[in-house]
């Protein structure tokens, strides 16, 4: 019976020791760290560091890429043709590096001067089968019940963007 009671106190006095010594330091239940506890970074350093980790994942491959775009004054939703780019660097299988060059592209294209209020999005795949079904349905989910007027963009290419500025 006293050995049962003994083991039940230092079991006791252990979780009432690490409750209190998990609270020593000001810190709340909150797991983030206070300013001045861990290690210190720039946000620089922070971006040099996940610009690194994705360039580890970094993979140089052909796609085939069309834009969309709307108008927020407006109902027209203008579409591009799929074009295939080589040579497109994408990170961790999902995000093309310089999306938003090419979306600005497709929007100085059409925009003549409205850029504030038109709103672009890229849609790209590494198959053509894909692609062609991922546009399909935009123009067919978009064109039911006279949501957008619906303007094909002919004449319009892709170019190469201009590097993108490393941090050394």
Known sequence: MMAVFRSALLATLLLISLSLSA?????SKDPTLNKGEGLEMSRSDLVKMRNQSQNKNARQVDVYMFAASFSLLDSVLYVSEIQKVNDVTVNNRWFIKQRAEYESQ?????????NESLLTSLYYSEKPKRINKRRSNLIKRNARKNRFLLVSVQGFSFSDPSPIDSFN
């Open 23 to 27: 609270q020593r330091s000001g810190r």
């Open 106 to 114: 497709f929007t100085d294209h059409i925009g003549a001067g409205d």
